[in-house]
């Protein structure tokens, strides 16, 4: 029987304070909640946030199940570090199955490999651009194949805030490029920044669809302020503007997620709040409509 290949989404942003992590997070929830699918997700970012949160209870306490099999995982040398160490030894094969010592079983449908501090060596680029070109493709064949894991529909990478050789990998491979944007002056430097960089960083490989929507919307009367209008009209524009001059896919979605307090709980509750569940839901169906 063939493998199907599962889409490929990695959510990026070169400012900090977008809300990626927890984007990356409730998207995560609601596909494997709402859906029949199964969603992987990982934390490539060596400040470990959505790893941190994963392991952290509502009250702040830590996750004991969790934090065992962390603890596991690193001293079996089972990590996402790890497995870049193989793969980027010269001249020898990549030896290193996956399984549920890899992957951690968040709940039935939605699993996750976090990040590790060793990390921290990926942003000072020790490793060299040629090895690591290839690591998560290879990486993600290896999932696909392991008779130990089910057969995921959606893989989701929540991508350092810097563009890292571990960045160039997954960009390198991905079916898209989410990109949250905030409601403030830097939306549209930001995104105008971002577009323009993009496909040279990535060459010689293909550029990926890139969808770009506005996150912490702030509202009045549940619609956008005026103010957050005017830059989702701006980043639209950058939008347009990048695909006609690079000939690339570039589009600002029409969805767009509230300003809510309570979202930076989610992860630790281990639930989008109720909220927050429609906007999330809009903005999957924007995400899958544009994949297709």
Same mark, same amino acid.
């Given at each position: ?116 501090? %060793?990390?921290?060596?990926? !942003?000072?680029?020790?490793? #060299? $651009?040629?090895? @690591? *070109?290839?690591? =998560? ?111 690339? %896919?570039?589009?600002?979605? !029409?969805?767009?997620?509230? #300003? $809510?307090?309570? @979202? *930076?709980?989610? =992860? ?25």
């Amino acid at each position: 029987m063939a493998v199907k290949s599962p889409k490929t989404i990695a959510t990026i942003n070169f400012k900090g304070g977008v809300g990626k992590t927890t984007v990356t997070w409730c998207l995560g929830d609601v596909v494997s909640s709402f859906t029949d699918s199964k969603v992987l997700m990982f934390d490539l970012d060596a400040q470990m946030s959505l790893t941190q949160a994963i392991a952290l209870n509502e009250g702040g306490t830590m996750n004991d199940k969790f934090q065992k099999w962390y603890e596991s995982s690193i001293e079996r040398e089972k990590t996402i570090f790890d497995a870049l160490d193989k793969f980027a030894r010269p001249r020898q094969h990549f030896d290193f199955p996956v399984g549920f010592d890899f992957i951690y079983q968040l709940t039935e449908d939605l699993h996750f490999v976090p990040s590790v501090e %060793d990390l921290y060596w990926m !942003e000072l680029e020790v490793f #060299d $651009r040629d090895a @690591v *070109k290839d690591f =998560i493709r290879r990486l993600l064949g290896k999932v696909a194949n392991s008779p130990k894991l089910p057969q995921y529909d959606y893989i989701l990478f929540d991508c350092p805030p810097s563009f890292t050789l571990l960045s160039y990998s997954v960009l390198s491979c991905c079916d898209l490029i989410l990109i949250p944007v905030n409601p403030d002056y830097f939306a549209s430097k930001g995104t105008n920044l971002i577009l323009n960089s993009l496909k040279m960083r990535i060459e010689p490989f293909p550029l990926p669809k890139i969808g770009v929507f506005m996150n912490k919307t702030k509202t009045y009367g549940n619609s956008p302020t005026k103010e957050t209008s005017f830059y989702m009209r701006e980043v639209a524009h950058v939008c347009a503007e990048a695909s006609r001059r690079q000939t690339i %896919d570039a589009d600002f979605f !029409e969805s767009w997620i509230p #300003d $809510r307090v309570g @979202v *930076k709980r989610a =992860i630790t509750t281990g639930g989008v709040p109720g909220d927050l569940l429609e906007p999330f839901k809009e903005l999957w169906t924007e995400v899958t409509g544009y994949l297709s």
